[in-house]
Structures are given as C-alpha cells and as structure tokens.
C-alpha cells in the first residue's frame, strides 16, 4: 500500500469516526466538545502535510491554500451572520485543512456523481443543500397549520417580505416552551416596550457580536410585559454538524451534488 493510500484511509476514519460522534452530540445537546475539533484539526494537519511531502507539487499547494481559505472565510462569515454556530464553524476549518484533497482518487473509489476539486467544499455544498431541505419541510409544516387558521396575529410586524421569510425559516411556538429549551431555538422576533406599549420586530439574522435575544425576552417575561403563553416566531437550531456528516458521505460516495444540479441546469439550457 502507498503512503498516499494510507493517508487518505486514515483521513476518511478519522472524518467519519469524529463527525459521526460531533453528530450525535450536537443532535443530543447542541452542544460540542471543543476536544473534536483539536483531535480531527490536528491530526488532519499532520496527514495533510504528509501528503504534500509526499506527492509535492504546485497544483497541490494551491488546492490546500484555497480549501484552508475558503473554509476560514465560509465558517466565521456564516458565524458572524448568525448562520453558523461556533462549533459548525470549527468543523469547517477543521475540514479545510483535512480534507483538501479528494480521498476517492487515493482509495480507488468510483464515484458516480460530479466531482469538485476542493474536497473540503463538496462537503460544505451537500451539508447546506441537505440543510436547505429543512425549508421546504417548515413551509410545508406552516401551510397545514395555515388550514386551521391564521399564522399571524396581527401584532407582527407587517413587512411581507420579512413574514414570508419567517415561514420557511420557523413557525411560532408559546414564550415559555422557547424559554425553557432555549439552546434548541432561536428567536425570529424580539419584543421592543415603545411609548408604553409593546411591539413586535422579525430579526430574522442574529449577528455573533449582537446581545443575546433569550436575556431581553427572560427579563420582559419576569417584568410581566410579555406572557409565557404568548407566541412568538422561532426557528429551530440546526444541528448542522450532522448535514456536514451527511455531506461528508455523499460527497465520498457520489461528489459534489450542487455541481451535479448546476451541470444538469446547463445541460438543459445548452
């Protein structure tokens, strides 16, 4: 066996051992030992050095440059727009420099789908197509309660745009059930006490750096301005690091499934 072959095998084990246990914590908790990413960043980093010692050429510089670029770019941006949490963005700078290259060439593996030559954004591209799906479950789930009866009160905020982006990101859930399970949700409203009286506002991004929404909402509930059987817009915390596990097997089973739907697109256009 070759070193390269090793190395890929022992990069695939890793990811799939460290993701699929990150997975099953997140799903649990949503919470992840920073231990994971230390395990999986680090030994990636010394395989990864290995192959390019072993097989050095420029080609393969600029692929690790541009996966340990993009995934340090992509995980704090997603991060600091309140896409990601702290833990996917890790995950994904960890993937950045483990997996920059891809494993199935090394393995011998036959891929069926289309490949991308950044392995490290195969992974990112199916994690958040998979993740997108979500979307369509809410809005579904949103329509069937649009049967029995109205989704908005009248005290939200009236902006169309924001309302209909609000019925595929969440769907309204009582204050004190959103209180007591707070790491599960994240609030898509914020109650605002204005010239005595109370208003709603979508805040459909939470940026890193802003206050944390569940402190405002607990002290307005202990105040008695908001009630726990009010209803507020919630949108469910992802665990996103099982759409990256996900990600990661179909990106080694099949490849990159964004790039397979984009030269499908062309293949009709054209």
């Known amino acids: 066996m070759s070193i390269l072959y090793l190395t890929a095998l022992a990069k695939v084990l890793l990811c799939a051992i460290i993701l699929s246990l990150a997975s099953f914590e997140d799903w649990r908790t949503r919470e992840i030992s920073d231990i994971f ?12 050095a290995i192959e390019v010692i072993t097989d050095f050429s420029l080609n393969r510089l600029m692929v690790l440059a541009l996966s340990v670029v993009a995934c340090l770019a992509l995980g704090f941006g997603l991060y600091y727009v309140g896409f990601f949490g702290g833990a996917d963005a890790k995950c994904l700078w960890c993937l950045g420099i483990t ?6 060439s090394s393995l011998g593996l036959n891929v069926l789908g289309t490949q991308n030559p950044i ?14 799906l979500l979307a369509l479950g809410i809005a579904c789930f949103n329509a069937v309660r649009r049967i029995r009866g109205p989704l908005f009160s009248g005290g939200e905020e009236s902006s169309l745009w924001r309302r209909s982006i609000a019925l595929v990101l969440g769907y309204k859930m009582k204050v004190s059930r959103v209180l007591s399970k707070k790491d599960f949700y994240f609030p898509l409203e914020e109650f605002v006490v204005e ?15 802003d206050d944390d929404p569940y402190v405002k909402l607990r ?27 996900v990600g990661f097997f179909i990106a080694l089973f099949y490849g990159d499934l964004v790039l397979a739907i984009a030269r499908g697109l062309l293949n009709l256009i054209l």
Do not use: H, Q
């Open 37 to 48: 990413w230390f395990v999986m960043g680090g030994s990636g980093a010394v395989l990864t």
């Open 119 to 132: 392995f490290s954004i195969s992974i990112f591209n199916n994690s958040i197509l998979t993740a997108a």
């Open 99 to 104: 997996l920059p290259y891809n494993p199935t």
């Open 195 to 209: 010239n005595g009286g109370v208003k709603r506002r979508f805040r459909l991004l939470i940026r890193c750096l």
């Open 219 to 245: 002290e307005l509930v202990d105040k008695g301005v908001v009630k726990g059987d009010d209803e507020i817009w919630v949108s469910p915390a992802i665990p996103l690091i099982v759409n990256i596990t």
